[in-house]
């Protein structure tokens, strides 16, 4: 009996090509193309060769490139002023672990054992004020006997910047 397998994953340099192909796809379509260099550093288009290649525009687009680069670069929204999500606390900085899920015929799968991660308003004594962090609940029990600006210089958070409105 043969078991499923997951396919095997392109070459890196396949991916690497594939990652620039579409980068200068986007790049392409805010602004007129940069020179293209070949292997050996010998330019295939120029900066002349490609405006005289492309149609005159009365109108010229502009912002769209800073609009694409702010939608881009978090995903942190106004609203609810999360961070970005990534599966670690934030005050002991507990990730997940890679385990392995056995069977009674001793087959083995892959498994992840995440933390148990939590936003919680703290009360944080040195800027008189409420801070929400996004906190393991290991990191809740810690925070009993030890302040929260301890842990926190520990791993270098500043928490100005989780200050609860």
């Known amino acids: 009996l043969k078991y499923w397998r997951p396919p095997k994953s392109p070459p890196p340099e396949m991916l690497r090509s594939a990652v620039l192909l579409v980068c200068l796809a986007a790049a ?13 550093g010998s330019s295939i288009l120029a900066r002349k060769d490609a405006q005289s290649m492309l149609p005159t525009v009365a109108a010229q687009r ?47 799968n892959h498994k992840m054992q995440d933390v148990n991660l939590q936003w919680k308003r703290v009360w944080w004594a040195e800027g008189n004020t409420f801070v929400r ?26 928490l100005n910047k989780y200050r609860s409105r």
């Open 28 to 40: 392409s379509a805010f602004n007129v193309p940069l020179a293209l260099t070949g292997a050996k």
């Open 133 to 158: 962090l996004r906190i393991s609940t290991k990191a809740i029990k810690t925070l009993k006997t030890k302040p929260v600006q301890e842990l926190a210089n520990r791993v270098g958070l500043d």
């Open 62 to 108: 502009t912002g769209a490139l800073e609009g694409l680069q702010m939608a881009c670069t978090t995903a942190r929204t106004t609203k609810t002023r999360q961070q970005p999500c990534r599966k670690e606390c934030m005050l002991l900085k507990k990730r997940a672990n890679n385990g392995m899920t056995v069977s009674f015929s001793h087959i083995r």
